[in-house]
């Protein structure tokens, strides 16, 4: 039961070679993905720099042009939202398909916060990331869509110094979610992946809603919450949700952070806070919105500590 790919694109698909109209600047590339690199390019007639994803259209011997397309008719369907990358032009060659990228020259929030341990954000600037991560993800979700694949990787940022905007990228395994069709598909990196997924029980924007607490709590500490030894203690540790709030990283927190974690990582996914409840959360909301009598209470979590593996580990997509 293979929810429909979207297959209405606006785009003119180009088909003269990319290099008629842009140079591609040599150097190292943004990123490479699991089918293919995103290079760096400049538009010749503009001087505009465009990030240019490579897809491969064959993959494991099958034919994903229609993966691709869907991830074009997905990018346009978000074209109005500012915290979306932004599609340019699509291109298509024999083997594979290019697409035309707003350039995000900060480059992803993995680098940023995983990798460089050091240059971890500060509980300020992951507060002020998280509200724009959450306004994308609310723009996405009360349009119906399903991103199903956030995580540090997926989320850019316009510049670095200083701290620039959230854009959301990769809407390869997002999904349109209607009311009277379920969705059901083991999909997504094992360490963000809700444990709904893993049960083959529906999702729901509440899916993504768990991605948004495993980031809060990588972007905070650098510690992958539910990262095991290998695929299937991690998995293991999601669907018991064995999360530990006792880790040394946690202690100078803001308690209020750790409370819209605890909102979120719910085995429930209908008792999970909304993109829009966590821009309304004590730890989130602005000072004008701020009560003056009391402290929201957070419940206690007294499971033993466990030692998650502080590797990120691969990437890696989970096929049915
Ligand atoms: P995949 O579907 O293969 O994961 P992504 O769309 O996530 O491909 O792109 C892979 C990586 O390339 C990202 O993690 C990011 O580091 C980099 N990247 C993607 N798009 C851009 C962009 N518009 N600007 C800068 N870097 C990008
Ligand atoms: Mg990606």
Redesign the pocket.
Known sequence: ERPALLTDIKVDIRTEPLTERYSLTPGKE???????V?RRCVEKHTGTEF?A?FVRKRRRGQDCRREVIHEVSMLELTSSCSRV?NLHEVYETPSEMVLL????SG??L?EQCVAEHTGAFSQEEVKVLMRQILEGVGFLHSNNIVHLDLKP??L?LTSTNPLGDI?I??F?LSRVVRENQELREIMGTPEYVAPETLNYEPITTATDMWSIGVLTYVMLTGISPFLGEDKQETFLNISQVNVSYTEEELEALDPSAICFIQAVLLKDPRARLSAEECLRHEWLRGPEWQPHTRKETCIGEEDPPHTPDKDPGVEELIVM
Not at 30 to 36: D, E, N, T
Not at 101 to 104: I, T
Request: aromatic content about 12%.
């Open positions: 943004l990123g490479r993905g699991k089918f293919g995103v990030a994803k990358i990228l707003e350039y995000a480059g992803d993995f990787q997926n850019l854009k990228v990769d390869g």
